[in-house]
């Protein structure tokens, strides 16, 4: 996606679709609401301005069932990455005087999701350390892209998902993003191609 104007990040959002983001996976979120138990957590790792964060929450509340939905981000962008080198949230960071955390707590709000969705402030693996074993449903990732990030973001995550659940990721594409499916590999073997450049791997 072709980065909007410094303005459009001021723009008026009433549902998730008008949020900025790269978000291509609502038929993962619609497959979790179905398999998944109610009472279940979801944690997205990587929501930029809540795109994805508040499709999923809008998924959850079309299934009437009950979820717990967190998004977890740095607020501070992924930086300079991907073959052109480039810093994708670097303008939401400086529209936001160094953070996009207003912009994303702000489209959660406006999406009517200010009660069911949590926005956790937080480093990746640093987050992991906050749930218990075994506790979540599913992981999705969709932070840093490099190999480095990918490996520590699984790693974290990993001991997280609950048997049965899912570990998965965005940019599953060895031209675009070779760290992500290098680092994949490595660690988990047994991942998949799932949807549209989607990666999962299914907990035992
Ligand atoms: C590709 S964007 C997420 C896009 C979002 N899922 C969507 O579809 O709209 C990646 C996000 O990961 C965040 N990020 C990068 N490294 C991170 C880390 N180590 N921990 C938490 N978030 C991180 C960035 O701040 C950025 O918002």
């Known amino acids: 996606m072709s980065q909007p104007p410094q303005n459009a990040?001021?723009?008026?959002?009433?549902?998730?679709s008008d949020i900025p983001g790269w978000?291509?996976?609502?038929?993962?979120?619609?497959?979790a609401v179905e398999v998944f138990g109610e009472g279940s957590t979801f944690v997205?790792?990587?929501?930029?301005?809540?795109?994805?964060l508040c499709s999923l929450a809008d998924v959850v509340r079309a299934s009437g069932r009950d979820f717990t939905v967190v998004g977890v981000d740095t607020c501070r962008g992924s930086g300079e990455e991907g073959l052109a080198n480039e810093n994708a949230h670097g303008p939401a960071?400086?529209?936001?005087?160094?953070?996009?955390?207003?912009?994303?707590?702000?489209?959660v709000i406006a999406c009517g999701f200010a009660d069911d969705v949590h926005v956790f402030i937080s480093s990746s693996p640093k987050a992991a350390d906050f749930f218990v074993?075994?506790?979540?449903?599913?992981?999705?990732?969709?932070?840093?892209?490099?190999?480095?990030?990918?490996?520590?973001?699984?790693?974290a995550w990993l001991p997280k998902v609950?048997?049965?659940?899912?570990?998965?990721?965005?940019?599953?594409?060895?031209?675009l993003w070779p760290g992500v499916v290098a680092a994949v590999r490595?660690?988990?073997?047994?991942?998949?191609?799932w949807l549209t450049a989607q990666w999962r791997w299914l907990k035992p």
Request: net charge negative.
């Open 23 to 31: 978000f291509h996976w609502r038929e993962g979120q619609q497959e």
């Open 93 to 107: 960071v400086e529209f936001g005087g160094g953070t996009f955390a207003g912009l994303l707590h702000r489209n």
């Open 9 to 16: 990040f001021a723009a008026d959002v009433n549902q998730w």
């Open 44 to 52: 997205e790792v990587g929501s930029y301005l809540g795109r994805s």
């Open 133 to 155: 074993d075994g506790s979540l449903a599913w992981v999705h990732l969709d932070a840093r892209h490099d190999y480095d990030s990918v490996a520590a973001d699984v790693d």
């Open 186 to 193: 490595d660690r988990l073997p047994g991942a998949q191609g």
């Open 162 to 175: 609950k048997a049965g659940g899912w570990l998965s990721g965005d940019d599953y594409d060895e031209l």
